[in-house]
């Protein structure tokens, strides 16, 4: 590319071929890594060019999408998408599902994503010039990221001490990033501002596809419902209906749940929208130069939507005629953790999560909390002086994000990181000796919120260790195809026995031989809705491609790469019950669309207008009991033997024991029979 430059001392504008891209290396764990850079002049010249290429093509609709009938065939009219999203391009989950769409097993999952992709959208207006003005102000309103960040550097270190200077230069580094991940917040806040502003007249849709565990997800990536308050902020349903005797109820209560006050019972939170109307009438009013009471909600733009739908209602000549837009969110009580306890029939625990009627919801968070609590204030009575310390410590934001990801496979080394982070963000004074400390707190905590949950979940941890071992079984197993392979190659030995034990050369045949004794079975199972799930962790070997530049490793994937066992077995459990998950979310949107609903939904968080809450409350219900009162273990271990017979998997036996003595005599006499026949 032509680069130009003036020159100062002439006064001329000189002009040097420069190549447009720039290759250098850089290390990155101590590895030199090849990378490919702009020329600083290229950079420029896009800067100044138009963006219209650069603009995605997976935007919402205008039109409704395509119903799904095919694996691409579906959702856009052009620019096709698959409906299931494959990771990382894995060929047998793509088999799976074209054979489950060719024999129409796929059809209530189909059907289930057309409801979610025709549900009409719409932005906004009163809630996007708020952000509009916001915008321009540059300054950090509710989530938005500020036009610039103020980053206060701490002093460079005056001593010489290698520490002290090596942890100012990572507290640099860090600010740094943080600088840097505000301004991309920006530029990505700003790009959806912009989306929002060209569909501000128009009515839309997402289409949907799902990931390979069923999951739905809209396929216009940067503005959804599934996105950040802003976005969510931003939408309000394309159709609108009356509130009707119980709307306005169900409007004041989600304006509560938005503000943060959503573990009280629903009678208190409608007292709480009232002892706030004054507030909320601001918010609706002066937005930007009132009191801001809507900036302390938990999500600030959704609550002042809310303040605004809820003025308006109230203002109406009759509140039960007013048209309505706004999506009331139902969501699930840790529905990981109400699968579990439906699979295992814990009445405890299904307590917990709201699957047994109480006047108020129930808090499993609070609840686990509290018998930790208990439990370290038995051990402070006893003397142990780290109970002592974390007697008072021990909050229900302490141990939240480890009972929240304890159901989809969290270590326990993973669960003592996310507490120690939590401590660390609570109590910064925290004390640093050898006794007590941020480590030996973390552990101490991490192991008392395990035991709780096992006991108030003891047939969902039962069932969580099964599903655990089952996958441990298939990926250290052989198919009896390979069975029935080496069995072949063992009876038709090679043409020159081996007999002095001399170690061959390894040929050709010998790698295939190998590759094909490698434990290549995955999980799969089928979902209630006839869904193939195929686990797509493998190994998969790079093949090395020599450039004029460098070598590249391409990352190519088959069916005969080795299964990676670890994620296999961390994996099937969480991804077990992602697939639960989404059947019942499918099954109450195709039953909500029966019923004359609108309808979406965020993965456990179900959305439809004020009049119709309970309607799909009691759908919500009815769909969780229909699919719990199958045996969904049951039918899982069934498939299991059908899918796996004939398989056999590596297992660990004692020595000492009757098999593990047989084996060994069987092995001795292996090894000496060479040498008898050749005497």
């Known amino acids: 590319m032509n680069v130009f430059r003036d020159d100062p001392d002439r006064g001329e504008q000189l002009r040097e071929s420069q190549p447009a891209f720039i290759h250098y290396f850089r290390y990155i764990s101590g590895k030199p890594i090849g990378m490919l850079g702009f020329n600083k002049a290229l950079l420029e010249m896009l800067a100044m060019s138009s963006t219209r290429a650069a603009m995605p093509r997976h935007l919402p609709m205008i039109v409704e999408p395509k119903s799904w009938t095919g694996f691409r065939d579906g959702g856009y009219l052009s620019n096709s998408v698959p409906v299931v999203r494959l990771k990382g391009h894995d060929p047998q989950a793509k088999a799976y599902a074209q054979t489950a769409i060719a024999r129409g097993d796929m059809a209530q999952v189909f059907a289930g994503l057309d409801v979610l992709s025709k549900t009409p959208w719409r932005i906004n207006r009163p809630i996007f010039e708020v952000m509009a003005e916001a915008w321009n102000t540059g300054d950090a309103i509710a989530n938005m990221a500020p036009e610039n960040p103020s980053i206060e550097l701490p002093p460079k270190p005056t001593e010489d001490d290698v520490s002290s200077r090596y942890k100012w230069m990572m507290e640099i580094k860090r600010l740094s990033n943080a600088k840097h991940g505000k301004k991309s917040e920006r530029c990505f806040q700003n790009f959806q501002l912009e989306v929002a502003r060209a569909y501000l007249d128009e009515t839309f849709y997402f289409p949907h596809n799902i990931d390979f565990r069923g999951r739905a997800y809209p396929t216009a990536p940067f503005l959804n419902h599934m996105g950040a308050d802003l976005c969510r902020g931003l ?10 005797d119980t709307g306005l109820t169900w409007l004041k209560i989600h304006l509560s749940n938005l503000s943060g006050f959503d573990k009280a019972s629903f009678e208190d939170r409608i007292r709480f929208v009232g002892y706030n109307l004054d507030n909320i009438y601001d918010s609706a009013s002066n937005p930007l130069k009132g009191r801001r009471w809507w900036l302390r909600a938990e999500d600030p733009w959704q609550c002042l939507a809310a303040c605004m739908e809820l003025k308006n ?4 000549p009759d509140p039960r005629k007013f048209i309505s837009h706004m999506p009331i969110h139902q969501d699930g009580s840790c529905n990981g953790l109400q699968h579990y306890a439906a699979l295992g029939g814990d009445i405890i625990g299904a307590g917990q999560v709201n699957l047994e009627p109480g006047n108020r919801p129930a808090d499993v968070y609070t609840g686990v ?4 609590k208990a439990e370290i204030a ?12 974390l007697r008072e410590k021990v909050t229900r934001k302490v141990v939240k994000q480890t009972v929240m990801t304890n159901v989809y496979g969290v270590t326990f080394y993973g669960a003592t990181r996310q507490i120690r982070r939590q401590l660390e963000d609570l109590y910064p004074d925290f004390p640093n000796t050898s006794a007590v400390n941020y480590g030996s707190s973390s552990y101490y905590v991490a192991s008392k919120v395990f035991g709780a949950l096992a006991n108030m979940f003891k047939g969902a941890h039962d069932i969580q260790y099964w599903l655990g071992d089952c996958a441990s079984r298939i990926c250290r197993s052989l198919t009896q195809e390979q069975i029935e392979t080496i069995a072949r190659r063992a009876e038709g030995k090679s043409k020159t026995e081996n007999q002095f034990r001399l170690t061959p050369l390894q040929s050709a045949d010998d790698k295939k031989n190998k590759e094909f004794e490698a434990f290549i079975s995955t999980v799969i199972w089928t979902t209630p809705l006839r869904m193939p799930v195929v686990h797509p962790y493998r190994k998969v070997a790079d093949r090395r491609v020599s450039t004029n530049l460098q070598t590249i490793g391409i990352a190519a994937p088959s069916l005969s790469s080795p299964v990676d066992k670890r994620r296999q077995l961390q994996a099937f459990p969480p991804n077990f019950i992602h697939s639960l998950d989404a059947t019942h979310m499918i099954l109450s949107a195709l039953k909500c669309t029966e019923k004359g609903l609108t309808f979406a939904a965020v993965h456990d968080s179900f959305w439809t207008h004020a009049s119709d809450v309970d309607v799909m409350n009691g759908i919500l219900r009815e769909s969780f009991i229909k699919m719990h009162s199958e ?30 003595k047989k084996i060994q005599k069987w092995r001795l006499q292996a090894r000496l029979k060479p040498r008898f026949e050749s005497s």
Request: net charge positive.
């Open 369 to 372: 909390a509290e018998i930790v």
């Open 631 to 660: 045996n969904v273990v049951g039918r899982l271990a069934a498939e299991f033997r059908a899918r796996y017979k004939g398989s056999m998997y590596l297992a660990s036996v004692k020595k000492l024991s009757t098999v593990g």
């Open 313 to 316: 209602a109230l203002e109406s």
């Open 378 to 389: 038995k051990d402070a009575e006893h003397g142990l002086e780290l109970a002592k310390i």
């Open 235 to 244: 939408l309000i349903f394309g159709r609108g209906k009356e509130l009707g």
